[in-house]
């Protein structure tokens, strides 16, 4: 009988000699994936490199420019419209606005200017922005256009008075149309 251990017999035996090269082969590339992130941290985040593209999301990029609906939706949203839908067709922007409350006419005047506002600076290419104006139960009230770089240009300025002397104005009928 041998004095010898038997973890060091199986550790000579050619099986066990792989299981120990496995085991440090697999400690190694842990070691090493670690120090890649590690350094990856350390530089700040950033593009990943080519060679860790597989960490890379794929077809979401948090930090890509937003769609002109969502960049007017966000401005919207961030004015207090919980309800809102915007779209461009033909080179005409339009902004279907629900009010929370309508209180004031000072209250209607900055809701038609946002949301003009709004879809010009979304729509860079539309010619003409249109923001319809409804009360929180669906009550049309106002429809208000203009030309899309004037409304650009005036929002630029901070020329309130200029956007209303180019504004149309027009009261919409239950029914959907425009009086």
Do not use: C, I, N
């Amino acid at each position: 009988m041998s004095d010898e251990r038997p973890d060091a017999e199986a550790a000579r035996s050619p099986r066990g000699r792989r299981l120990a090269w496995l085991a440090a082969a697999l400690v190694l590339a842990a070691l090493l994936a670690g120090a890649a992130l590690l350094a990856l941290y350390a530089r700040g985040g950033g593009p990943v490199p080519d060679a860790l593209g597989f960490l890379r999301p794929k077809g979401f990029d948090p930090l890509s420019a937003s769609s002109p609906p969502e960049t007017a939706l966000r401005t919207l949203r961030l004015a207090g419209f919980d309800h809102a839908v915007v779209g461009e067709s033909g080179g005409t922007a339009v902004a279907r606005v629900a009010m929370p409350a309508v209180s004031s006419p000072a209250k209607v005047e900055l809701s038609w200017q946002t949301a003009l506002v709004a879809g010009a600076r979304a729509y860079p290419h539309a010619r003409t922005v249109v923001a319809q104006l409804f009360a929180a139960d669906g009550t049309p009230l106002l429809e208000v256009s203009a030309e899309a770089a004037v409304v650009r240009s005036a929002a630029e300025r901070d020329d309130a008075a200029g956007l209303r002397h180019v504004a149309s104005f027009r009261y919409l009928a239950s029914a959907g149309g425009s009086q």
